[in-house]
């Protein structure tokens, strides 16, 4: 079972940077590739960013502006997600998610997080 909690969300101002955090534990390896997903009120849950195990490759659906950035460090056992020039449109609830699979991008996840909030104010 994998356990994964994020952090780094807030209240901001338009135009600021946050950086979210995950961190993953109960598993030893860290052969899980991790994505992060945000679902706005009243809107579907989306994907953000995605990031293969080791890190070498990254995926940014089309629809998601450049403003987004993803790492992780196995050493920490933690994916970031950088977010910079926040608009009051990136508001929502940020998950993140590990998938067990052989894809990449994952179809699947199988492990999520609670969410961290991200509220930007105009």
């Known amino acids: 079972q994998v356990q994964l909690v994020e952090s780094g969300g807030g209240l901001v101002q338009a135009g600021d940077s946050l950086r979210l955090s995950c961190a993953a534990s109960g598993r030893s390896d860290n052969t899980l590739d991790l994505g992060w997903f945000r679902q706005a009120p009243g809107k579907e849950r989306e994907l953000v960013a995605a990031?293969?195990?080791?890190?070498?490759?990254?995926y940014y659906p089309g629809s998601m502006p450049g403003r987004f950035t993803i790492a992780r460090d196995n050493a920490k056992n933690t994916v970031y997600l950088q977010v910079n020039a926040l608009n009051p449109e990136d508001t929502a609830t940020y998950y993140c998610?590990?998938?067990?699979?052989?894809?990449?991008?994952?179809?699947?996840?199988?492990?999520w997080g609670q969410g961290t909030q991200v509220t930007v104010s105009s």
């Open positions: 998610a590990a998938a067990s699979g052989g894809y990449f991008p994952p179809r699947d996840y199988d492990y």
């Open positions: 990031i293969t195990w080791d890190g070498r490759h990254k």
